[in-house]
């Protein structure tokens, strides 16, 4: 079926077929549902009670497109499984089979080409950072988070993880969200503490669905961010932004820098995303919409 005119109407469509058993027992975006069931009967259940809501509204499914009983399956380009979520075979084998350079960039026609062995491990290296990125987790909402928030002269980054239980029942770091923002020109001018407590508010905010209403652990490098809230601090940025952490629950932890590579990594990178035109990081929270005039 083709939705080139028309995608909001059909998702409003779906979202009144499956009202209920949406974010329950499946996920669905235009005309992909996606059923998930702790169990293989709940997962019968659930697979009769979609397929009566599909029926009631007169809709029909193509069979070839449907997979049933999957342990885990392609959805909007990414491969889900019990384990999270990471990229699909198809593109870890095309970054694999990526050939070698053989010429230099026509930007760069006047520059002679050299490739040697040095380059090629390069190449190697690189190739295999980006096919074994690690498998973001689904977040388990009965176990503490922890984000790592680090800021640099370049930007923000900030990593949200876990400590789940594996099948050894051991615990081991799982990481749920990596995200990064590079500043804008008046930001790169703030002293280091506005920096950190700049990118603790951006990196809350931006993981606000996972956070917000339950306890969690902030885990930064800078020390005189730890008694920022005992301090009666002045400026409508500063009133501002305690304004915003003061929604959350949060335990505010030091962590020295040579643990915090990650974050660290992500604040330094050359392509972040960018936050210029953005007047405040809280700018586009429903949640807690302020608006100012004055530049922060």
């Given amino acids: 079926m083709g939705l080139s005119s028309s995608p909001g109407s059909f998702q409003l469509l779906m979202d009144k077929v499956l009202h209920g058993l949406t974010f329950n027992s499946c996920l669905c975006y235009l005309d992909d549902v996606l059923i998930t069931s702790e169990t293989f009967e709940q997962h019968l259940s659930d697979l009769h009670e979609v397929f009566n809501r599909l029926q009631a509204a007169g809709l029909k499914l193509g069979p070839k497109k449907c997979h049933f009983a999957q342990k885990s399956c392609l959805f909007l380009g990414h491969l889900i499984s019990k384990d999270g979520i990471q990229p699909p075979p198809d593109r870890i084998t095309a970054v694999q089979e990526y050939p070698s350079p053989r010429k230099t960039f026509a930007s ?6 050299r490739w040697t ?36 002269s370049k930007g923000i980054g900030y990593m949200l993880y876990q400590y789940q239980e594996t099948a050894s029942d051991s615990k081991e770091v799982s990481v749920i969200r990596f995200g990064s923002k590079s500043l804008s020109k008046w930001q790169r001018s703030y002293g280091p503490t506005k920096l ?21 652990i902030v885990e930064c490098d800078h020390q005189a961010l730890r008694p920022i809230f005992q301090k009666q601090l002045k400026g409508a940025i500063y009133e501002r932004w305690v304004a915003i952490l003061q929604q959350f629950n949060f335990e505010l932890r030091y962590k020295p820098a040579k643990d915090m590579q990650v974050a660290d990594a992500l604040s330094r990178s050359t392509r972040l995303t960018s936050c210029e035109g953005i007047d405040s990081p809280d700018q ?13």
């Fill in 108 to 113: 760069w026609k006047n520059a002679k080409f």
């Fill in 117 to 152: 062995s040095e380059q090629e491990n390069a190449f190697t290296k690189l190739k295999s950072l980006l096919t074994n990125s690690p498998i973001l987790a689904f977040p388990n909402f009965h176990t503490e988070f922890y984000l790592a928030v680090d800021t640099s």
């Fill in 196 to 216: 950190e407590l700049l990118g603790m508010v951006t990196a809350i905010l931006d993981c606000a669905m996972y956070l917000r209403g339950r306890k969690f």
């Fill in 284 to 296: 586009e929270d429903p949640f807690f919409s302020v608006r100012s005039r004055t530049c922060w």
